[in-house]
C-alpha cells in the first residue's frame, strides 16, 4: 500500500508566535514539524513495515518548510514532494487543499489508496484541511481516529468523542486523519538520519500541478484577517505558601471574588 | 433579510445551550432558520422558537446521522441551495468542522471556526472574532468570498430570547454513495460523569503531573463546585484520566469563569487550552511552576492536603 502523509512546517509553540504586517502567520521564527503531524508518519511507517509499499510525505510551504520533510524522512518516511512556490503565500485552507489534492494526484498517477494526516496543524489549528482534500479528491474520509487497522481493502477505526467511543469503517482509497492517542511516533535514529540524506525529494512549483495562481494566496483567499491584537499578559496575582492554611485561604478568595 | 442557517446541537429533540447561542449571533446577521437532522424536530421546536428561528429545516433521514461529516455537508449543501442563505453558523465541535470543511468546498464558501464572537461587517460581510496562537492574540476576521461558514465555540455570547415562528420545512435529502462510503458499526456510549460538559461548563477543576494518579480529591472539589474535571497531557498520557477530559492544544479549550489547577506545571500546550478563563487559580508544590505567572490566586502546597481543606471551607461557606 502507498501512503501519502501530508505534513506542516509549524512555529515553534515554545517561541514568540506572531503575525507579519499582511496578517499572515511570521514564519519567519523557528520551525518544526506539527508535532500532530508525527502521529500520522508514525502510522504511515506502521502499516508499511512489513516492506510493502512506500510513504510519501507531502509539504507545502517556504523553503524552510524542507525541514518538515527532512524529519519524516529521518522517521523513516521513504520519499518526500515540496510545494514551494511564492505565490502560495497566505493560502487559506480550501487553497491548502486544492493545491495538496493536486499534488496527491499527481504523486499518485490519479490512484490514491490511502492519505494519512494529523488532526489539525499547531498554528492554524483548524482541522478542517483533511476533510477538504477528502472532499475535493472524492475520497470518504474516517478522521480523529484514535486506533487504526486496515485489512486488504477494509479501513476500521475508533474515533473518541465527548459523548460515545465509536467504530468507523469504511474502504480504500480514504482519507484517513489520527489523534495524538493513536501511537508514540519513534525518534530519528542516527541510522535513520544518515539514510535519510539519500532519500528522493522533489521540489514543484503549482506551474508542475497545473494550479493558476489566481486560485492561491493571500489575495484569492475566501477569509481575510482585518486585525490582530495581542492579549495583554494576565497580571500575576497573590500566591501564598501553605503553613497549614492554604486551602482556608484559596476558600477565601473564591467567596470575596463571588465565585462560590 | 437573507436567512442564516443553524445547526442544531441536540440529544434526541432536547436543544443544547449552545443552539441558543448561536440563533443569538444568527439574528445580527440576518433572520434565524434552525436546521434541525434528525427525529423529534417537534420536541425542539419550542425552544427554536423561542431563540429566534423563522423556519426549522427538518431533514430526519437515516443517512444523515449527524456523526459523520461527509452526509452533513450534503444536507447542509441542499437546504443552502433551497435558502440562499448569508451565512451557515455551526456549534465548534470535530465533525461540525469537517462539515463545514466539505461545504466550504461544495459551495465556495469562506470558512472561520472556532470563533467567539460574530458580527454582521461592512458591506454585509461577515464578522469574527477568534483567539490565535494559544490565545496570545485575539484575531478578527472577515468572509470575503461565498456563503459565509463560520463555526462558534460554545459559552462565548449570553443567549437572548427573541419569539419567532419555527415554521417546519421538511427537507428531502438524497446521500451520495459516496458520503456513505464511511459508516459508524459501532457506538459505545461514554459512562455519564454526572459532572457538566468540560467546555460548557462555568467552573474547571484540572489535575496534572501532581495528582500523582489519584484524582479524588480533584474530583472532590469539582463535585463541591459543580464544576467539570479537566486533565492535563501529562496526566492523559500517564492513563490517570480520558483523553476527552484534557485541557490544552491537543485536547479542549476552555473558558471558564473559574478554572483550578491543581498539581499542573502550566506548559505552553496547557496553558493553550486554558489561558483565556475569567478566573485562574493554581495549586502546585512547585513555586517556580509557569502557571503561577497566570493565576489571580496561588497556593504554593501540596494538592492532596490544601484541596481537601478548600473543600471543606467552602461547604462550610456554602451551608
Known amino acids: 500500500m502507498n501512503i501519502v502523509v501530508c505534513v506542516k512546517y509549524v512555529p515553534d509553540a515554545q517561541g514568540d508566535r506572531t503575525f507579519t504586517e499582511d496578517n499572515t502567520t511570521d514564519r519567519a521564527i523557528d520551525g518544526l514539524l506539527s508535532e500532530l503531524d508525527e502521529y500520522a508518519v508514525e502510522e504511515a511507517l506502521k502499516l508499511t513495515e512489513g516492506g510493502d509499499g512506500e510513504v510519501t510525505v507531502l509539504t507545502i510551504g517556504p523553503a524552510d518548510a524542507a525541514e518538515a520533510i527532512k524529519k519524516a524522512l529521518q522517521m523513516g518516511a521513504h ?21 495538496l489534492a493536486e499534488a496527491i494526484k499527481k504523486i499518485t498517477d490519479g490512484k490514491p489508496e490511502l492519505v494519512l ?28 481516529l484514535s486506533t487504526l487497522e486496515i485489512s486488504g481493502d477494509q479501513v476500521k477505526g475508533r474515533r473518541d468523542n465527548d459523548a460515545a467511543s465509536e467504530t468507523i469503517e469504511t ?30 525529494v522533489e521540489t514543484w512549483s503549482l506551474a508542475d500541478l497545473g ?3 489566481g486560485q492561491v494566496g493571500l489575495a484569492n483567499a475566501w477569509t481575510a484577517v482585518e486585525t490582530f491584537t495581542a492579549r495583554p499578559p494576565r497580571e500575576q496575582g497573590e500566591i501564598v505558601t501553605d503553613e497549614g492554611d492554604g486551602g482556608t485561604k484559596l476558600a477565601e478568595f473564591l467567596s470575596k471574588a463571588k465565585l462560590i | 433579510m437573507a436567512e442564516v442557517l443553524v445547526l442544531v446541537d441536540h440529544v434526541d429533540g432536547q436543544v443544547k445551550k449552545n443552539t441558543a447561542e448561536l440563533l443569538t449571533l ?37 443517512d444523515v446521522t449527524g456523526a459523520l461529516a461527509a452526509p452533513l455537508a450534503e444536507a447542509l449543501a441542499a437546504i443552502v441551495e433551497q435558502s440562499s442563505p448569508a451565512a451557515v453558523l455551526l456549534p465548534t465541535s470535530g465533525v461540525n468542522k469537517e462539515a463545514a470543511a466539505r461545504l466550504s468546498v461544495k459551495i465556495e464558501g469562506g470558512l ?63 446521500v451520495s454513495d459516496l458520503a456513505k462510503a464511511a459508516r459508524i458499526t459501532d457506538t459505545q456510549p461514554k459512562a455519564k460523569s454526572g459532572r457538566p460538559e468540560l467546555t460548557e461548563a ?17 474530583e472532590a472539589f469539582a463535585d463541591t463546585l459543580g464544576a467539570a474535571v479537566g486533565a492535563s497531557r501529562a496526566a492523559v498520557d500517564a492513563g490517570w484520566y480520558p483523553h476527552s477530559n484534557q485541557v490544552g492544544q491537543t485536547g479542549k479549550q476552555v473558558s471558564p469563569q473559574l478554572y483550578v489547577a ?6 505552553i500546550q496547557h496553558r493553550a487550552g486554558m489561558q483565556t478563563s475569567k478566573t485562574i487559580v493554581a495549586i502546585n508544590k512547585d513555586e517556580e511552576a509557569p502557571i503561577f505567572e497566570l493565576v489571580d490566586f496561588g497556593v504554593v502546597g501540596d494538592l492532596f492536603t490544601v484541596l481537601p481543606q478548600a473543600n471543606d471551607a467552602v461547604k462550610a461557606a456554602k451551608g
Open chain 2, 112 to 174: 472561520i471556526t472556532d470563533a467567539t464572537d460574530v458580527q454582521a461587517g461592512d458591506g454585509g460581510a461577515v464578522q469574527t472574532t477568534q483567539s490565535a496562537f494559544a490565545s496570545n492574540y485575539t484575531v478578527t476576521a472577515k468572509v470575503t468570498k461565498g456563503t459565509a461558514i463560520v463555526t462558534v465555540k460554545p459559552n462565548t455570547t449570553p443567549p437572548q430570547a427573541s419569539q419567532a415562528g419555527a415554521t417546519v420545512v421538511p427537507v428531502e435529502v438524497t
Open chain 1, 79 to 99: 520519499k518526500g514532494v515540496h510545494v514551494l512556490d511564492d505565490a502560495l503565500h497566505g493560502s487559506d485552507a480550501p487553497a491548502t487543499s486544492l493545491v
Open chain 1, 117 to 144: 494526516t494529523g488532526l489539525a496543524s499547531t498554528d492554524g489549528t483548524m482541522g478542517v484541511v483533511p476533510a477538504m482534500v477528502a472532499e475535493r479528491l472524492g475520497l470518504p474520509q474516517a478522521t480523529q
Open chain 2, 26 to 62: 444568527a439574528r445580527r446577521i440576518g433572520e434565524p432558520s434552525a436546521v434541525f437532522i434528525g427525529g423529534n424536530a417537534e420536541a425542539a421546536r419550542p425552544r427554536l422558537a423561542q431563540f429566534g428561528a423563522e423556519k426549522v429545516y427538518v431533514v430526519d433521514n437515516a
Open chain 1, 211 to 213: 494550479v493558476d495562481a
Open chain 1, 171 to 200: 474502504s480504500l482509497p480514504a482519507l484517513v486523519s489520527v489523534t495524538d492517542q493513536i501511537n508514540e511516533p519513534r525518534y530519528p535514529s542516527f541510522k535513520g538520519i544518515m539514510a535519510a540524506k539519500k532519500k528522493p
Open chain 2, 202 to 218: 462555568q467552573i474547571v477543576v484540572s489535575g496534572g503531573r501532581g495528582t500523582g494518579g489519584d484524582f479524588s480529591p480533584v
Open chain 2, 262 to 267: 491543581c498539581g499542573i506545571s502550566g506548559a
